[in-house]
């Protein structure tokens, strides 16, 4: 049992900061990569930012904005946002493609979510 669980969503005003952090717990053997998607209200679900042992990469839309980092000794990964646009307002998800110790690939995992509200 694999658990991802997101926290740090708040209501900010344009231009503020937030930092998003999602710690996976349970049977986990290994984490190939992490990744935050966001989705806003009537839109598709798109990836924000994605992170692996050697390299991180942004949509064009967060580029210079937003930061993903990750604690591999905490199997936790964040997301610090700066310079927040009201585009930016979503619900963000967590996702960890990872290795159980009771499965011999990998499959991807996801947390619940946290709303992000940017205010104009």
């Known amino acids: 049992q694999v658990q991802l669980v997101e926290s740090g969503g708040d209501l900010v005003q344009n231009g503020g900061s937030l930092r998003l952090s999602c710690a996976a717990s349970?049977?986990?053997?290994?984490?190939?990569?992490m990744a935050w998607y966001r989705q806003a209200p009537g839109k598709q679900r798109e990836l924000v930012a994605t992170?692996?042992?050697?390299?991180?990469n942004y949509a064009d839309s967060v580029k210079e904005r937003f930061t993903i980092s990750r604690d591999n000794a905490k199997n936790t990964v964040y997301l610090q946002m700066n310079g927040l646009k009201p585009e930016d307002t979503a619900v963000y998800y967590c996702?960890?493609?990872?290795?159980?110790?009771?499965?011999?690939?990998?499959?991807?995992?996801w947390g619940q979510g946290t709303q992000v509200t940017v205010s104009s």
């Open positions: 992170i692996t042992t050697n390299s991180a």
């Open positions: 349970g049977s986990i053997f290994s984490i190939d990569a």
């Open positions: 996702n960890a493609r990872l290795k159980t110790t009771d499965e011999w690939f990998f499959q991807d995992y």
